[in-house]
Every structure is written in structure tokens, then in C-alpha cells.
């Protein structure tokens, strides 16, 4: 019996053998001290990266908030009440259902003197309350109001500020001193409203930003804890960031919880990686012992030119048919290859799909809405031509959805996609879903005139797809708010420049009654004005 290292392809075998032990070891070290810590600081910008998209959105509710209590604070009627000038302005004005419809639990007209002058709201109980000042049955929202007094006479200056309440309860506060419109003249005191963040807000906030988050109050003693990352399980992670609210002892974090699917991606590949590399050494391995140029070698480098083709070129191609045609394991791993080359085209292909189209309507969704307004933007302003964008609007959907239920609030959504598809879509337009209820069109090569035309067209044909609205207060079906705005052939402009003119459009389209179509008609320059 020949001893085993007599033999040439033993010894062989067993020195790849350990060249391959000293390769996989080699890159597990590489993999622990190297790769693995950069990955993880990628996973951490990552998370770092959702928290401000996160903040960033509740900035943008803040933003809502203050310009809400901006049009009640500079108004005449309002600054007359608050000088004891419309005794009338609570009858008309500070009642349950307007607190309802501008989703507040709390309105404080504060006087010049701060002091409590009228307060109206919502109690524990969700009773609707309304008294002159912090006297039963008021007395109820005495914590609140005294902390929003305490932060108006510490030298609050006079503009329209928006805070975070994190106690008494979670909520966005807007304060405003009270003006006169026209006028120059000193605050007759000051609006405070209280927007209570609800699970329905909350839920709002997650399909917007698409970030499954929470928002919690903490009380801190000293500086606040740094941003902080979990991770829970090797898919799932939870980040947690603070920010400042009211009172100073408290803040608000924002908790998301998120998916680790760079960090796994990452993973993965370099675990291919180091199965590959050993998979390819044991195939050298058992090429040099059997000497099977013919039968592996050759057909492998075929292999390896066709995937080097493919990455190097990117483009859709069959794997070779000599390569499919063989009954041996090459072949077996030839037409496996082929399937999941099959696969991952199609898969790229659906996920290119998911990420430029809204998955209830099938219309386009914000990314590829803002790639197309800018593409547009640019070719217009090379050729010369006007860009128009509309922003839709559906009159009261909220009311819609509490009184029809939400599975007919979709319903009605995707009835009023396919129509703005049939009038706009068709006519090479772009209609995108940018928001909950609102949708946004970029019209190429369209001056204004002929945008409101088209604006206008499409309020009917909504109008006529007379879908019943029994809770709206304008009319008894479902109808749409149109702003309109366009950037000029000779008018350079940022997009969120033109489409913020188009907001302003739809702000005055829903101020003077809805269901209307309003125009934009000073040039759109550098960002949108008045």
C-alpha cells in the first residue's frame, strides 16, 4: 500500500487544501476587523439619514401649523375680539365643529396683558368647552394654557412660532401674535393652537416619509441623550433621536423602526464572495488532479467571458446555448444561472415599477413626479416653452373617510385616478400622486391659459364622475381644488419653486370656496412669491 503523500494529486489536494483553510481564515479576519465595522457605520448613517427625513416631515406639519394659526391671528375680526370690539365672534366663529375641521383640541386668545381672554376646546372627556378665560368648565386645559402663558412672557418674540408640546399631552403647538391685516399697528395679544398628535396623524406621518416611526414624551434632567441605534434582530433595527419641545424639562424622540436590508445585502455579497473564492478553489483543485480541460476548463472560461460580458455591457442576454445544452453539472449551473438572470431582470424590472408608481393608484408617484418636472424643466428651457404644473386637491376627503370608511376613501381615490388619467394622462401628461389626497401634473410645452383650461376641464370631469359625498359642506359629491402654476419660456426656476406657486394657487382655490380652479399669475423666478 503506497503511503498517501506518495501520491501527487494527495499532496497536491491536501497543499490546496490548506492554502484554501488559510484563504477562508484570511477573510474572516478581513470580514470581522474590516468589513464588518464599515458596514455598521453605513447602517448607522443610514438610520441617521431616515431620523432627519423624520424630523424633517414633522417640520413640514409644524410649518402647516403656523401658517393655520397665522390666517386666524391676522385677522381683523379677530384682533377686534380680542379688544372686546365683536361680541359676536364666538357664536360665529368657536365652535365644536370648527376645532373638528381644523383637527385642534385647544384654541387660547391670549390679551395684550397676557392673560387668558378666550379659550375653546376639547376636554378629557372629548366634551366641547368655550369660556372666557380659565373658569369652569374650561378649567380643565389649565396646565396647558399656563405653559403657553409661561412661554409667551418670557420674551417670546412677535412672530408666528411652532413648537412640540410633549406635556400635558403629545401635540403640535402654533402661537401667533394677533394683528391687524391692513395695518401697522401693535398685537392685540396672541393665538395659541394645540393639535393633538393622534394615532391617525401618526399614521399619516409613516405613508408619507414611508419610515415606520413613533413619537414619544420623555422628561430629560440636563442635557438630552444622544441619537441612538438598537439593533433588535439581524433584519430590524430601532432608532431613536430627541428634539426639543415644550416644556424645556421634556422631549419629544422619534422612534423608527427600521429594516436592515443594506446591512444583510452587504452581508450576503461578501459571503458569496467567500463561498465563491472556495468554490473556485476546490474546482481548481479538482481540475488540476483529473486534468478535464476539455470538460470543465473550457467551458467555464466560456462561462466567466459571458458573465464578464454581461456586467460589462448591462444589457439583456441568454446565456450561451452549448453552455445549456450540456447534461453535466456545468450545464445544470448554466441554465440555474440563466433562471436567476431571468429572475433578477424581472425583478429589477418590477422594482423600477414599485419606486415610480403609487401602489393604490397606479399612478406615478413623487420621485418619478419630481424627475419629470425636472427633465421638463430642462428641455423647456432649451427650447424655449412654458411649463404648467397643477396641484389637485379633493375637497374635504377627511370628512369623506369618516363618513364612508376608508376602504371607499380608496375606492374613491383610484375612481379619481382613472379619470385624471383619461383627461390628462392620455394627452401626454403626467399625473402623479404626491400626497394622501392630492395629486400633482406637469404639462410640457403648456402656457397657463391653456393649463386652466385643461384645470378647469378636469374639475368637471371629476364633478360628473358624481361620486356621493354626503359629508361635504359645498356640495353632495366628491369634488377637487385646483391650483395652477407655470414657469415662463424666459423664467428660469427651481422646481419646489414652481410647484410651491402651485400650492399658493390651491391655498386660494380652497380659502374662496373650493371646488374651483386658481391661478398663479406673477413669473415663477428662483422660488415662488405672493
Not at 394645540?194 to 405613508?207: A, D, H, K, M, Y
Not at 446565456?319 to 445544470?332: H, N, Q, S, Y
Amino acid at each position: 500500500m503506497k503511503p498517501l503523500l506518495s501520491s501527487l494529486s494527495h499532496r497536491f489536494f491536501l497543499a490546496l487544501g490548506g492554502v484554501l483553510c488559510l484563504a477562508m481564515l484570511a477573510l474572516v479576519l478581513i470580514a470581522r476587523y474590516q468589513i464588518m465595522p464599515v458596514l455598521l457605520e453605513d447602517e448607522s448613517q443610514y438610520a441617521s439619514t431616515e431620523l432627519d427625513r423624520a424630523e424633517r416631515a414633522i417640520g413640514a406639519e409644524l410649518k402647516h401649523m403656523g401658517r393655520l394659526v397665522e390666517d386666524w391671528a391676522w385677522w381683523d375680526d379677530s384682533y377686534q375680539f380680542v379688544r372686546d370690539q365683536r361680541p359676536e365672534y364666538v357664536a360665529s366663529n368657536l365652535y365644536d365643529s370648527t376645532l373638528e375641521t381644523l383637527d385642534l383640541s385647544l384654541m387660547v386668545f391670549v390679551s395684550a396683558e397676557h392673560q387668558p381672554y378666550w379659550i375653546a376646546g376639547f376636554d378629557d372627556d372629548g366634551d366641547f368647552t368655550s369660556c372666557a378665560g380659565l373658569m369652569p368648565p374650561c378649567d380643565w386645559a389649565s396646565d396647558t394654557v399656563e405653559l403657553l402663558l409661561g412661554t409667551i412672557e418670557a420674551g417670546l418674540a412677535e412672530e408666528t412660532h411652532t413648537r412640540l408640546l410633549a406635556a400635558p399631552e403629545l401635540a403640535l403647538v402654533g402661537l401667533s401674535p394677533i394683528y391687524m391685516n391692513q395695518e401697522e399697528a401693535p398685537p392685540a395679544g396672541w393665538l395659541a393652537m394645540v393639535r393633538p398628535v393622534s394615532p391617525v396623524w401618526i399614521e399619516q406621518l409613516r405613508e408619507t416619509t414611508g419610515i415606520d416611526m413613533a413619537l414619544e414624551t420623555h422628561a430629560v434632567d440636563g442635557a438630552p441623550p444622544e441619537q441612538r441605534l438598537e439593533r433588535l434582530s439581524p433584519t430590524r433595527m430601532l432608532a431613536g433621536r430627541h428634539v426639543a419641545a415644550l416644556p424645556a424639562t421634556h422631549r419629544v424622540r422619534i422612534a423608527a423602526d427600521l429594516p436592515r436590508q443594506r446591512y444583510q445585502t452587504s452581508l450576503e455579497t461578501f459571503r458569496f464572495a467567500l463561498y465563491w473564492t472556495g468554490g473556485v478553489l476546490l474546482v481548481t483543485l479538482v481540475v488540476v488532479l483529473l486534468l478535464l480541460e476539455r470538460m470543465v476548463l473550457r467551458p467555464l472560461r466560456e462561462f466567466s467571458r459571458f458573465t464578464q460580458h454581461l456586467h460589462r455591457e448591462r444589457m439583456a442576454a441568454s446565456t450561451p446555448d452549448a453552455l445549456l445544452k450540456r447534461r453535466d453539472e456545468i450545464g445544470t449551473l448554466a441554465r440555474e444561472f440563466q433562471h436567476l438572470l431571468e429572475h433578477q431582470q424581472q425583478h429589477e424590472a418590477d422594482l423600477l415599477d414599485l419606486s415610480q408608481h403609487d401602489p393604490l393608484t397606479g399612478l406615478a408617484n413623487r420621485r418619478l413626479f419630481d424627475e419629470r418636472l425636472r427633465q421638463s424643466l430642462d428641455e423647456s428651457l432649451e427650447a424655449g416653452a412654458d411649463v404648467s404644473v397643477l396641484m389637485v386637491d379633493i375637497d374635504h376627503f377627511k370628512p369623506y373617510n369618516d363618513h364612508y370608511g376608508h376602504p371607499a376613501g380608496d375606492a374613491c381615490l383610484v375612481a379619481l385616478a382613472d379619470r385624471m388619467e383619461q383627461c390628462l394622462g392620455k394627452q401626454g401628461f403626467l399625473v402623479a400622486r404626491t400626497g394622501g389626497e392630492e395629486f400633482s401634473v406637469v404639462l410640457p410645452d403648456t402656457p397657463l391659459d391653456e393649463a386652466h383650461r385643461h384645470a378647469e376641464a378636469l374639475r368637471l370631469a371629476v364633478a360628473n364622475l358624481a361620486l356621493p359625498h354626503a359629508a361635504s359642506p359645498i356640495d353632495s359629491v366628491v369634488t377637487v381644488s385646483i391650483g395652477a402654476a407655470a414657469r415662463g419660456n424666459s423664467h428660469p426656476c427651481e422646481p419646489a419653486a414652481l410647484m410651491r406657486a402651485a400650492d399658493q394657487a390651491l391655498y386660494r382655490a380652497k380659502e374662496t370656496g373650493r371646488n374651483r380652479v386658481e391661478l398663479h399669475r406673477r413669473a415663477v423666478v428662483g422660488s415662488a412669491q405672493g
